[in-house]
């Protein structure tokens, strides 16, 4: 059974920066995205940033310019690191791997068990 195992989170003044670490089980290369999710009290989980085998990136508008995805494949490991952080950024962040199952696009996806970020004013 494919696991992510999310790591890195905490508490961080406002401004500061944080690295998130999602561990896989297997080769990242499995999976057809990787990547980032958030979500905070009472509000949708949202999508932080993505990463496509291909290389192709993908983030939320509210943290372009501040957050930059990227894979070891080394290690196995997807990395978020978080700069310029805001309050408003504060959340669960969640690690997820998408794999695509057949051409339909019929597809299974992982998640971690979360991380909290709670960035202070």
């Known amino acids: 059974q494919v696991q992510l195992v999310e790591s890195g989170g905490g508490l961080v003044q406002a401004g500061g920066s944080l690295r998130l670490s999602c561990a896989a089980s297997?080769?990242?290369?499995?999976?057809?995205?990787v990547g980032w999710y958030r979500q905070a009290p009472g509000k949708q989980r949202e999508l932080v940033a993505s990463?496509?085998?291909?290389?192709?990136?993908d983030y939320g508008d509210s943290v372009k310019g501040r957050f930059s995805i990227s894979k070891d494949n080394v290690k196995n490991m997807v990395l978020l690191q978080m700069n310029a952080l805001k309050p408003e950024d504060t959340a669960v962040y969640y690690c997820?791997?998408?794999?695509?199952?057949?051409?339909?696009?019929?597809?299974?996806?992982?998640w971690g068990q979360g991380t909290q970020v709670t960035v202070s004013s």
């Open positions: 297997r080769n990242i290369f499995s999976f057809s995205v």
């Open positions: 990463v496509t085998s291909s290389g192709s990136t």
């Open positions: 997820s791997a998408r794999t695509v199952i057949n051409v339909e696009g019929a597809h299974v996806d992982v």
